[in-house]
């Protein structure tokens, strides 16, 4: 159900941060958080940090770095071929009896950043400890769906993933797995059903990630709902295209 492969190379790593480095300056996403202390952003953009944990599907996607790849994606179709290369190359042969995967047209980024949580919080009863807690069939995502993670930076302790390993484990929320990735490895998971959250990034470094979900066509079935985020539908052509 979650397994992690290795890989031998990480192109959008490198096309990511060339952009990044030209736009804010960094010398290494680890430290991008370095740049709320300096004039690199606007003080709308600083805005965005007054408060550590920000409203889940709401909020949380306006961090003035995931806005900027946004634009980047849309704009630079490098980062789209190198989406691609990378599913072709090392997610499709998982799959050898499937023509076409479906897969989500534009993955998100995640930044990490130390004090802050990724996600926001939801209308539930949660504490700095469990930030966002969900599974993604909540949200009407079509239950054959796998998720993918790419770490563009060491994804470990608080500041990466809490998650149970099966559906309606009912254990204690501090006894959920924590995703540990290195640069050379992709994570490949259930999360549809299975629960996960965040907490405060209590390490020194900001961890920045991509994540997408991918489905194989013939377990593909149209979906007549919507992204809680962005507002789009289920269905090839909106949400997913065919690879």
Same mark, same amino acid.
């Given at each position: 159900?979650?397994?992690?492969?290795?890989?031998?190379?990480?192109?959008?790593?490198?096309?990511?941060?060339?952009?990044?480095?030209?736009?804010?300056?960094?010398?290494?996403?680890?430290?991008?958080?370095?740049?709320? =202390?300096?004039?690199?952003?606007?003080?709308?953009?600083?805005?965005?940090?007054?408060?550590?944990?920000?409203?889940?599907?709401?909020?949380?996607?306006?961090?003035?770095?995931?806005?900027?790849? !946004?634009?980047?994606?849309?704009?630079?179709?490098?980062?789209?071929?190198?989406?691609?290369?990378?599913?072709?190359?090392?997610?499709?042969? +998982?799959?050898?009896?499937?023509?076409?995967?479906?897969?989500?047209?534009?993955?998100?980024?995640?930044?990490?950043?130390?004090?802050?949580?990724?996600?926001?919080?939801?209308?539930?009863?949660?504490?700095?400890?469990?930030?966002?807690?969900?599974?993604?069939?909540?949200?009407?995502?079509?239950?054959?769906? *796998?998720?993918?993670?790419?770490?563009?930076?060491?994804?470990?302790?608080? =500041?990466?993933?809490?998650?149970?390993?099966?559906?309606?484990?009912?254990?204690?929320?501090?006894?959920?797995?924590?995703?540990? +990735?290195?640069?050379?490895?992709?994570?490949?998971?259930?999360?549809?059903?299975? =629960?996960?959250?965040?907490?405060?990034?209590? *390490?020194?470094?900001? @961890?920045?990630?991509?994540?997408? @979900?991918?489905?194989?066509?013939?377990?593909?079935?149209?979906?007549?709902?919507?992204?809680?985020?962005?507002?789009?539908?289920?269905?090839?052509?909106?949400? !997913?295209?065919?690879?």
């Amino acid at each position: 159900m979650h397994k992690v492969y290795k890989i031998n190379e990480n192109n959008l790593k490198v096309v990511l941060f060339n952009n990044y480095k030209k736009k804010f300056g960094i010398d290494k996403f680890e430290n991008i958080h370095s740049l709320l =202390n300096t004039n690199k952003l606007n003080e709308d953009e600083k805005q965005f940090y007054d408060t550590p944990i920000q409203i889940f599907g709401k909020t949380d996607r306006k961090s003035p770095f995931v806005k900027y790849f !946004y634009h980047l994606f849309d704009t630079d179709y490098t980062i789209l071929h190198e989406y691609l290369h990378f599913i072709i190359k090392y997610i499709k042969p +998982l799959y050898p009896k499937e023509e076409y995967l479906v897969i989500q047209k534009t993955p998100n980024i995640r930044f990490h950043l130390p004090g802050y949580s990724n996600i926001g919080s939801r209308d539930v009863d949660e504490t700095k400890e469990i930030v966002g807690l969900h599974h993604d069939g909540e949200f009407g995502h079509p239950e054959t769906e *796998t998720n993918v993670i790419l770490p563009i930076t060491e994804m470990f302790d608080t =500041n990466s993933i809490y998650y149970e390993t099966t559906p309606n484990s009912n254990i204690d929320y501090n006894r959920y797995n924590n995703l540990k +990735l290195k640069e050379n490895e992709v994570f490949m998971g259930y999360f549809n059903k299975c =629960n996960h959250y965040n907490k405060i990034n209590k *390490t020194n470094i900001t @961890r920045v990630s991509l994540d997408f @979900r991918i489905i194989p066509h013939s377990k593909f079935c149209v979906e007549n709902k919507s992204s809680v985020s962005h507002n789009i539908k289920f269905k090839i052509g909106d949400y !997913y295209m065919l690879i």
